[in-house]
């Protein structure tokens, strides 16, 4: 069965485009041009991923994308943005957007984060290797069955693709993994475009996992490499 994507947009000519390419590529489609026909389509039609512009009329994309995390909606959401600013890609990200991409975009680099987005939820995650379902270091406790992660405790409140990167990184710490690592493994595609989108949810995850994010202790970076887990 054909995967359906909703594209919105407020210029015709983009989501005529994008209608176009995803169309070729045996997606369905179904479109709207506001913020509230946006989250009404959303709610009705149940689409497998959804392209949200940021600038729309009567709703932006940011109140769309948190209205539908609010329901409980969990439909992957890809943020298109003509804006360069790195608070408005960490807020997208922290109400709950899974991926950003910025205008003027490649049609090569859209399909391949449609798809990646897709086949993420789409494919279930594999077993754990390890028999130990919790992993201990430092304060921090990972439960590996539950998905969640502990602080002292208290549980931090991760999306998945946050619990997703401490568990590939804390799997094995002190190894140095590349954005382009990230992106494959975490992200789940080959890198396209913007390496920045790792940066940004690097820097959103550290104000949730780290006591002061200025001076973290687990997510380190290494300057002209990628980051690591420190034990």
């Known amino acids: 069965m054909a995967k359906k994507v909703l594209i919105v947009d407020d210029e015709k000519a983009i989501v005529d485009i994008l209608k176009y390419n995803l169309q070729k590529n045996e997606f369905e489609t179904a479109e709207a041009y506001d913020g509230a026909e946006a989250l009404r389509l959303a709610r009705e039609t149940d689409p497998d991923i959804i392209l949200l ?8 994309g940011f109140e769309v994308c948190k209205a539908l ?4 909606n969990n439909v ?8 360069e600013d790195e608070t408005d890609k960490v807020f997208g990200l922290e109400i709950g957007a899974d991926d950003y991409i910025t205008k003027p975009f490649s049609i090569r680099e859209l399909m391949a984060r449609v798809r990646a987005n897709i086949r993420r939820v789409a494919v279930p995650a594999p077993a754990e290797e390890k028999t130990d379902s919790v992993i201990h270091i430092k304060d921090l406790t990972i439960d590996t069955d539950r998905h969640s992660v502990f602080r002292d405790g208290k549980e931090i409140d991760l999306t ?20 382009e690592e990230l992106m494959r ?7 396209y475009g913007d390496l ?6 690097m820097r959103r ?5 780290e ?9 380190i970076t290494r300057r002209g490499a990628g980051y690591y887990f420190s034990d």
Do not use: C, S
């Not at 512009?53 to 932006?60: A, F, G």
């Not at 995390?69 to 409980?72: N, Q």
């Not at 493994?185 to 890198?191: C, G, I, L, P, T």
């Not at 006591?211 to 997510?219: D, H, L, S």
């Open 53 to 60: 512009d940021i600038m729309l009329p009567y709703m932006d």
């Open 69 to 72: 995390r609010d329901d409980g």
């Open 76 to 83: 992957p959401i890809i943020m298109l943005t003509a804006r």
């Open 160 to 179: 998945e693709r946050e619990y997703n990167i401490i568990h590939l990184m804390a799997a094995e710490p002190g190894k140095v993994f590349t954005r």
């Open 185 to 191: 493994e975490v992200w789940q595609y080959d890198y």
């Open 196 to 201: 920045r989108t790792v940066d940004v949810a």
């Open 205 to 209: 995850f550290r104000e949730k996992l």
């Open 211 to 219: 006591k002061n994010p200025a001076e973290p202790e687990y997510i």
